[in-house]
């Protein structure tokens, strides 16, 4: 993150709002409709039927009424979730993280991705299959310019620095505008990142999207929703509040002009250093969290393939 996308990117974001207290049931409820959506009251029906659409940004992600109706989605989803841990019916509608990397990756997208990963190389092998979509090809948006259509798989400008590195992995679905709550405290909620260099230096935190679909979840602890500060100087200094106030994570809901989640995790990751790091703490996989996610620093993205991992998601 530079200074100038710092900038620019709070010009929509609005000011901090304070602590995140004990939520009623109403927002509680909405919160974790809109952040997980795998949880055991959910997976019993679908909430809704992706609307039609053309072009070959189209996700056109279909409704499961049971497993074979769409072999190659079951294949997807246990490879995301884990096998025989998919509940069904279920509208893949609610993806808004798919995976969809590629062996040898975009050469203009990697050259863009190494000044944050600082690696020459990248791979697929240990990460779940491909998502099942045939010619699909994400629509690149200006974050700064809005939202992403309702499910088109979309890709970010170069001016959303790490965002935009994350498509060498996966895209995001366009989703409708979040209701800027976040997530309540205690919460597991799905989350994708990739490795930076320059943010570990900047604010030694680990900085997550909210990604629904990504399998890999992250309980936000005792949290602060807030918007977020302009410049890096005041974001060091939310930082070091919220820290020195006990919170665990700072959430800054529909970032990126509704895009997007963040979660930022203030807890120290395992290897939490200068050059950069992928895992954070507090990670668990599965269906509804239900799993230990041996996560390793060895990808630049966020996985769960690290020791006694490697094979079990990806086929």
């Known amino acids: 993150r530079d200074e100038t996308n710092a900038r620019n990117r709070t010009a929509w974001m609005t000011a901090p709002r ?6 009623s049931p109403a927002p509680a409820l909405a919160a974790l409709l809109l952040l997980a959506p ?4 959910q997976a019993s029906s679908p909430q ?7 072009g070959p940004s189209c996700a056109n992600l279909p409704v499961l009424p049971a497993r074979g109706h769409r072999p190659e989605w079951d294949a997807y989803l246990e490879a995301v979730y884990g096998a025989g841990s998919v509940r069904y019916p279920y509208d893949c509608g609610r993806l808004r993280w798919l995976y969809t990397c590629v062996d040898p990756p975009d050469v203009q997208l ?5 000044k944050f990963i600082r690696q020459k190389r990248t791979t697929c092998t240990r990460l779940p299959r491909r998502a099942p979509l045939t010619a699909l090809t994400p629509q690149p948006i200006n974050l700064f310019g809005g939202l992403p259509p309702v499910g088109r798989a979309w890709i970010p400008g170069p001016e959303s620095d790490g965002l935009r ?6 895209t995001f679905v366009g989703r409708t505008a979040g209701t800027g709550r976040g997530a309540p405290p ?3 909620v799905e989350v994708m990142r990739i490795k930076s260099v320059p943010e570990a230096v900047a604010f030694k935190t680990t900085w997550y999207f909210g990604a629904p679909g990504s399998g890999i979840w992250l309980n936000v602890g005792r949290t602060l929703v807030t918007g977020n500060a302009e410049g890096w ?6 930082i070091a509040t919220a820290r020195a106030q006990g919170y665990d994570t700072l959430q800054l809901p529909d970032s990126w002009n509704s895009t997007v989640d963040e979660i930022v995790d203030l807890r120290k990751a395992p290897n939490q250093g200068s050059k950069g790091w992928t ?9 509804a969290h239900e799993a230990p996610c041996a996560c390793t620093d060895a990808l630049p993205v966020l996985n769960c393939a690290g020791a006694g991992e490697e094979g079990a998601r990806h086929a």
């Open 279 to 287: 895992c954070g703490a507090n990670l668990r996989r599965g269906w």
């Open 233 to 238: 100087a005041n974001q060091r200094r939310l």
């Open 186 to 188: 205690g919460s597991w």
């Open 165 to 170: 590195a994350l498509g060498l992995f996966g």
């Open 38 to 41: 795998h949880t055991a009251s």
């Open 110 to 114: 990697l050259r863009f991705a190494r």
């Open 48 to 54: 809704h039927a992706p609307a039609p659409c053309e």
């Open 18 to 23: 304070g602590p995140s207290g004990p939520p």
